[in-house]
Nanobody, 121 residues
Framework: QVQLVESGGGLAQPGGSLRLSCAAF????????IAWFRQAPGKEREGVSCISTIDGTTTAAGSVKGRFTISRDKAKNTVYLQMDRLEIEDTGIYYCAVDHTGRCAAPYDNWGQGTQVTVSS
């Protein structure tokens, strides 16, 4: 069974950086996509970024373009989200999830437990 485990959240100051990790276990196929989502207090969950293992294609929400970078270490079955120039609005719980078609499209499955990111001065 596929399982995703997030780590790397914490407290950062505005303008600072954090790197999140999403370790994947139990995949039986080569092609899939892993996406990062976030949910701020009182707000709906939103997609942040996604990477496909088919061709390495990535997507990013407009609010994080130029600040967040998604990448993948194939050998470690881990996807990273490098978050630079953090803003207070980036605060929330960050989750990773799988798109088993590899297209970075809904539906997403096998959600991780989430990791808290707090940006505050």
């Amino acid at each position: 069974q596929v399982q995703l485990v997030e780590s790397g959240g914490g407290l950062a100051q505005p303008g600072g950086s954090l790197r999140l990790s999403c370790a994947a276990f139990g995949f039986t196929r080569d092609y899939y996509a892993i996406a990062w989502f976030r949910q701020a207090p009182g707000k709906e969950r939103e997609g942040v970024s996604c990477i496909s293992t088919i061709d390495g294609t990535t997507t990013a929400a407009g609010s994080v373009k130029g600040r967040f970078t998604i990448s993948r270490d194939k050998a470690k079955n881990t996807v990273y989200l490098q978050m630079d120039r953090l803003e207070i609005e980036d605060t929330g719980i960050y989750y990773c999830a799988v798109d088993h078609t590899g297209r970075c499209a809904a539906p997403y499955d096998n959600w991780g437990q989430g990791t808290q990111v707090t940006v505050s001065s």
